[in-house]
């Protein structure tokens, strides 16, 4: 779906200029993600070269392609999200310390030294904490 750029900034304001999942404000270059994946082929085109390049081609789940399924997101959100559910995506950021200490020597480190501090705090993503506090208010 290709956004009208009043869609876009309306997208852009939905949580007031912010990443809908970690709450960073979003840069220039931000993107409209779709919480729910449509999920798009990839296929191979072959350039002149003769070499091959992957490029998207139709979506699986067209009928998620709506402005209702999209949220303004961070490029390192969208990107790490990728095509993961918010439940999956989750459940992987909630194994990032785990795999820090298990792949990363410096990490280990800095905690020994107490540079670092593990919270075990729950994956809460912007856009709930702001429904929980529209809720409260």
Same mark, same amino acid.
């Given at each position: 779906?290709?956004?009208?750029? @009043?869609?876009?900034?309306?997208?852009?304001?939905?949580?007031?200029?912010? &990443?809908?999942?970690?709450?960073?404000p979003?840069?220039?270059?931000?993107?409209?993600?779709?919480? %729910?994946?449509?999920?798009?082929?990839?296929?191979?085109?072959?350039? *002149?070269?003769?070499?091959?390049?992957?490029?998207?081609?139709? *979506?699986h789940?067209?009928?998620?392609?709506?402005? %209702?399924?999209?949220? *303004?997101? &961070?490029? *390192?959100?969208?990107?790490?999200?990728?095509?993961?559910?918010?439940?999956?995506?989750?459940?992987?950021?909630?194994?990032?310390?785990?795999?820090?200490?298990?792949? /990363?020597?410096? /990490?280990?480190?800095?905690?020994?030294?107490?540079?670092? %501090? %593990?919270?075990? @705090? @729950?994956i809460?993503? /912007?856009?709930?904490?702001?429904? @929980?506090?529209?809720?409260?208010?």
């Amino acid at each position: 779906m290709k956004l009208t750029k @009043a869609q876009r900034e309306q997208l852009r304001q939905m949580f007031g200029g912010r &990443c809908a999942y970690c709450g960073e404000p979003l840069p220039n270059r931000w993107h409209a993600d779709h919480r %729910e994946a449509v999920v798009r082929a990839v296929i191979p085109k072959e350039m *002149p070269n003769g070499r091959y390049k992957l490029v998207s081609g139709d *979506p699986h789940f067209p009928e998620r392609d709506t402005l %209702e399924n999209m949220m *303004p997101s &961070c490029p *390192p959100c969208n990107i790490d999200k990728s095509m993961m559910s918010l439940e999956s995506w989750r459940q992987k950021l909630a194994r990032s310390v785990e795999v820090l200490v298990n792949n /990363y020597p410096t /990490y280990r480190h800095a905690k020994r030294f107490g540079l670092i %501090e %593990e919270t075990g @705090a @729950a994956i809460v993503f /912007y856009f709930e904490r702001v429904a @929980a506090q529209q809720e409260a208010a």
